[in-house]
């Protein structure tokens, strides 16, 4: 089992959200709902490590990390 970090932000037009795995460039996803872009992408990254695989691409490592960082706006 590995940990991938995954980014899920709003769609810029209200329409949903975005998801997608800064270690797997190309493993995105989408949903009506944050918690539904979440089980997609979750659902994709097997996917989209099987397919690096079946063509012979290096599955990239899980290196990414994220933290919030408080500042005065």
Known sequence: ???????IEPAADGS???AYVPDLPGC??????A????????DS???HIASLRAHGEPV???AAVAERVTVAA
């Open 28 to 33: 995105v996803a989408t949903g009506r709902t």
């Open 60 to 62: 990239p490592p899980s």
């Open 45 to 47: 990254i097997p996917l």
């Open 1 to 7: 089992m590995t940990d991938y970090l995954v980014i």
């Open 16 to 18: 949903g959200f975005g």
């Open 35 to 42: 918690d539904e872009a979440k089980e997609r992408i979750a």
